[in-house]
């Protein structure tokens, strides 16, 4: 049970060389010369572009990087800000980007894309990006686009961390764009979540809780034991560092962006793909994925959400399709009017195409069952309650007593304890995305739909980011086998096995249960026997 720690970590560092069967037919390719020299308005803004990517080696990044590779072949150059990790330098690093699954289908039509990719040394929880003069140099001379994909986004990160990665960062991208000499667009990546403690979000800017000059100080000067100790005050209404530090990055965008070609798109809960450029791709155990995964294996049983609110989920093939497509608008809107309002995409489901939490478990078992993962532990039984007292009440019972009674038999025959850790940690992660689960978030959406109004039938094709057009029951088809196969790192040949197992688990969970039943049964007729 090694893999139990994958579903309490945040990103899986290796993935599957297993491959989902797609469909490719409905996809746009560009492989005739015809094609090549046809460009589409999107297209042709990037042709011979220099574009810098941060977070290049994360989720949303990947796919960014694959996308722009393959559908925009003319771009010039990607510069891919990478820090060196565990004894690996930058160009390790960024060769085991395309290492990854997801990268087959750009070999295969462009299989002489790796030139166009340079890394640059940095990192975001440094000053000025830990860049090197002579790479501000070089990026002040040749970029053209920026896309600040990068951040933490782990709910509990301490905030002195997540004030340099989601704050400082982003103020120093933008300060580095202004000395750009040929600079065309920008997009900074937020969250729709932004604005969390507001019944309603627009897209606009709103009055931060506090300065963003403030809160660098603050998080730069204070020891770390002080911070930690106010930073609930410092939140505010805000659930965790994570939201509070995106809604003032947002405050820097306003303040630093004035007179740049600036844009903010604020994805919602970012799940696997759609269709690009393979289904299901998903590599990290975050927020409803992580729901879905532990639920999958046996271990997750229930979690307090209300069934009834809306499951705000988009395909991050989708979020990264709509962050290109934001690009090249705020770019030719900023070549007609150098004066122009930084625009703001909120890129959520709950107004085009909403889906509720019940939904969401009920497809997930529904097309995930007849695959279970050799790696299940237990019977998938699972369920939501909006009942704070029932969540407590079955934790207790279905989760920490079996992790004891579990825990005692490995001790007994020698073996480290494990499941009690396991569950500690499954509990927090539930509590953090508790606020999110429980309560349903509104949100005024028009600028995608207006954006796509101006996108050519093709370049709608190419970057496909319509949600009113997004198939949930076609997307869930594939989205339990990619959870087993990308992250759990179960390969769909086991599938005959697992489901030898599955039957083995289904029928001990039987006779748990009428155990248990029976067991009431006789406690009640005991007590009745004493009181008559």
């Given amino acids: 049970m090694s893999f139990l720690d994958d579903l309490i970590t945040k990103e899986s560092e290796n993935s599957t060389k297993d491959t989902l069967h797609m469909d490719n037919s409905t996809l746009p390719e560009l492989n005739s010369e015809h094609d090549q020299q046809c460009l589409t308005p999107i297209q042709d803004f990037y042709k011979d572009t220099n574009i810098f990517i941060t977070g290049s080696t994360g989720f949303l990044g990947k796919i960014l990087i694959e996308k ?3 559908s925009c072949k003319d771009v010039s150059t990607l510069y891919l800000l990478v820090r060196s990790k565990k004894g690996k330098n930058v160009h390790t690093r960024v060769e085991e980007i395309f290492d990854d699954i997801i990268f087959e289908r750009l070999r295969k039509e462009c299989p002489k894309f790796r030139h166009k990719v340079v ?6 929880t440094l000053p000025d990006l830990g860049l090197s003069i002579e790479d501000r140099k070089l990026l002040m001379d040749k970029v053209n686009v920026v896309f600040h994909v990068a951040a933490t986004v782990r709910f509990d990160e301490k905030l002195n961390i997540a004030v340099a990665i989601n704050v400082r960062a982003g103020r120093d991208l933008l300060q580095l764009a202004r000395e ?3 600079l065309k667009s920008f997009i900074h990546v937020s969250t729709a979540f932004s604005n969390c403690a507001a019944d309603l979000t627009e897209e606009k800017f709103y009055e931060p809780v506090v300065d963003y000059k403030k809160v660098m100080m603050m998080a730069e000067s204070l020891p770390e034991k002080m911070l930690d100790k106010i930073t609930p005050v410092i939140l505010d209404k805000f659930p965790n560092t994570y939201a509070f530090t995106k809604h003032v990055a947002e405050d820097v965008v306003r303040a630093e962006g004035i007179g740049l ?11 696997s793909t759609y269709k690009e450029p393979i289904p299901a791709w998903i590599n990290n155990m975050y927020g409803a994925t992580g729901v879905f995964a532990g639920a999958a294996v046996g271990l997750l049983k229930v979690l307090y959400c209300d069934k009834n609110c809306t499951a705000n989920i988009v395909p991050v093939d989708m979020v990264v399709n709509s962050v290109i497509a934001s690009g090249w608008e705020i770019g030719t809107e900023f070549q007609k009017n150098k004066n122009a309002e930084t625009k703001i995409y909120n890129y959520e489901s709950s107004n085009d ?3 509720t939490w019940e939904y969401y478990m009920a497809k997930s078992g529904e097309y995930g069952m007849p695959t279970p993962s050799l790696k299940a532990v237990w019977y998938y039984s699972f369920f939501l309650t909006k009942s704070r007292l029932r969540y407590l009440f079955t934790i207790f019972f279905l989760h920490t007593v079996p992790a004891f009674l579990i825990d005692g038999v490995l001790l007994c025959i020698g073996k480290s304890p494990k499941m009690v850790k396991a569950y500690s940690k499954i509990h927090k992660f539930g509590e953090v995305i508790s606020y999110f689960s429980i309560r349903t978030f509104y949100f005024k959406s028009q600028n995608i739909r207006k954006m796509l109004e101006k996108m050519t039938p093709k370049d709608r094709s190419i970057f496909f980011c319509d949600l009113k057009s997004l198939n949930w029951d076609e997307f869930f088809k594939m989205y339990g086998r990619g959870v087993r196969v990308h992250l759990l790192q179960d390969p769909m040949d086991t599938v005959d096995e697992a489901r030898k197992k599955w039957r083995r688990l289904y029928w001990i969970h039987q006779t748990v249960k009428a155990v248990f039943v029976f067991l009431l049964l006789r406690m009640l007729w005991s007590i009745y026997l004493c009181f008559f």
């Fill in 119 to 124: 890394g640059i040394a940095g990192d975001c």
């Fill in 261 to 271: 070609p600036v844009g903010i798109v604020r994805p919602s809960i970012v799940v």
């Fill in 353 to 355: 195409n909403p889906i």
């Fill in 180 to 182: 750009m000499k040929d």
């Fill in 68 to 70: 722009l590779l393959r």
